[in-house]
């Protein structure tokens, strides 16, 4: 069980620019979401709860004015689009303790559940209107064994994997007390489209019906109530390296995804028909 103890909204430690950011056409078809991530920490002697949390809001408040966009807020403009007003409205810290033991989550592998949903901060995507909702949101939690995690979710709309691991990096340097490592490029406008017209000049008829989510079906609501079968990957360097040596340079990222659904593709053709259902394989890959 998880206790809050205290919210914080942490704002950037300098004035930053005052200004309406482009949303590129990819970002605008992502979920507006945020991208979880969890870090524990085993109990130290040097680890003291309160001077986590002091460091924790220093840091964040002086990395905010370095990643200044994600202290800002999305808005809706119409047609189903977004923009990203950069007003400083800040970032989410959330205290909490727990009477549980990192021990309980190395047990399960530290597989993604319903307790390590509870290190994670809540937002309610549904009450709270999108321009009211933070873009940056972490929880730092306290174990009874005197451990600590720290939950991070930031917006997926505006950070893939590496945006946000160079966002934890810089938080860590700033946390540290050492020099910003790599200043991110900021500028969204080299995504921006050419403007052209909106008008049509014929009429798209088979876009007046939507087509069925799953064939056969009126809607989607059975298929999402089925259970998730999550498989944690555990890939050493040298399994990533001779991954590596039969491929290409790709990233390991970009490798390790394509070797996990060429599997899942196996598994669902050996299935048979496809009116059997199979369970969605997610691929966690800690490397």
């Known amino acids: 069980m998880v206790t809050v103890k205290a919210t914080h909204t942490i704002l950037p430690a300098e004035p930053t620019p005052n200004e309406i950011m482009y949303i590129s056409e990819v970002d605008q078809i992502k979920a507006v979401t945020h991208a979880p991530t969890v870090y524990f920490f085993r109990p130290s002697t040097d680890l003291i709860f309160p001077d986590a949390i002091r460091i924790l809001k220093d840091s964040l408040s002086k990395v905010l004015v370095l990643f200044y966009p994600l202290a800002g807020r999305l808005h809706e403009i119409g ?16 205290e909490a303790e727990s009477e549980s033991k990192i021990d309980a989550f190395e047990l399960q592998d530290f597989l993604p559940n319903a307790e390590t949903r509870e290190l994670m901060p809540k937002l309610d995507y549904r009450a709270t209107p999108i321009h009211e909702q933070p873009l940056v949101l972490a929880q730092l939690t306290k174990f009874s064994c005197g451990g600590i995690s720290l939950g991070l979710g930031i917006s997926h709309i505006l950070v893939d994997g590496p945006a946000a691991l160079h966002f934890v990096r810089e938080w860590a340097r700033f946390a540290r007390c050492e020099k910003i490592g790599n200043v991110p490029f900021l500028d969204r406008r080299i995504l921006q489209l050419a403007e052209t017209t909106t008008s049509s000049k014929f009429d798209h008829t088979v876009l007046l019906t939507q087509p069925p989510l ?47 659904w060429a599997y ?24």
């Open 214 to 260: 799953l064939v056969g079906q009126s809607d989607n609501m059975q298929e999402r109530k089925k259970p998730t079968t999550v498989a944690m990957l555990n890939l050493s360097k040298e399994q990533i390296d001779k991954l590596k040596s039969k491929a290409n340079e790709d990233t390991n990222f970009i490798q390790i995804r394509g070797c996990g």
């Open 79 to 94: 047609g189903g689009r977004l923009e990203l007003h950069c007003n400083s409205k800040g970032a989410i810290l959330v």
């Open 264 to 287: 899942v593709e196996v598994r669902i053709q050996s299935a048979g028909s496809c009116k059997q259902s199979t369970d969605e394989i997610k691929h966690t890959c800690r490397l």
